[in-house]
């Protein structure tokens, strides 16, 4: 089954990319984008990501009453679920390079783009931007809450004061209050 849905994931960001880039040739515009996505089907969860858009998963601690706290309730850890692709990392500079691009001492795709991987971004093509997103799965568990998943603005905290673990921590404590997820997104 995991073939099936990394098949599926594949070729529709392959599709949607091509579909942006016609767009963009034809509106003359040249800007890009990150994606992820998540597949849930039973307990298992797909998740595909290309750019610098993450998912993160809620997870409650083991509940044997050691880690308890004070108010009698199980705390709960934030668990990265995607890996960003930006220039400066090893695998995608090799890759970069490879296809005749760089990466400036700033970590960025010919000086300019941060990220390795997105839809889009037409002029970087030739120079190794591709949109072919990491692809895994895994079992939901009993401890699983949920799952927020947000692109860079949203996990930026120099640019926007909004941090990873304030998204996790402002859903849970609304979760935890019973808020509906589509009420709990327009209160972030």
Not at 4 to 19: A, I, P
Not at 65 to 85: C, F, Q, W, Y
Request: hydrophobic share 35%; glycine share 10%; proline share 3%.
């Amino acid at each position: 089954m995991y073939s099936l849905f990394h098949f599926s994931y594949l070729s529709g960001f392959r599709r949607t990319d091509e579909s942006l880039l016609q767009e963009s040739t034809k509106g003359g515009w040249q800007d890009g984008a990150a994606a992820v996505c998540i597949w849930v089907l039973g307990s298992k969860v797909f998740v595909a990501n290309s750019g610098d858009a993450k998912a993160i998963l809620a997870r409650s601690s083991p509940t044997d009453g050691s880690n308890n706290t004070s108010d009698g309730s199980t705390p709960m850890k934030a668990i990265v679920l995607t890996r960003e692709h930006k220039a400066i990392y090893p695998q995608e500079r090799a890759r970069i390079q490879k296809a005749g691009g760089s990466v400036s001492s700033n970590g960025r795709l010919q000086g300019r783009l941060e990220v390795s991987r997105a839809f889009g971004d037409r002029q970087f093509k030739k120079v190794g931007v591709i949109a072919t997103p990491d692809v895994h799965s895994f079992e939901l568990t009993e401890r699983d809450h949920f799952i927020i998943l947000g692109c860079d603005g949203s996990w930026g905290v120099s640019l926007c004061f909004f941090s990873s673990y304030y998204s996790y921590s402002h859903a849970y404590n609304h979760y935890a209050l019973g808020a509906l997820p589509g009420d709990i997104i327009f209160s972030l």
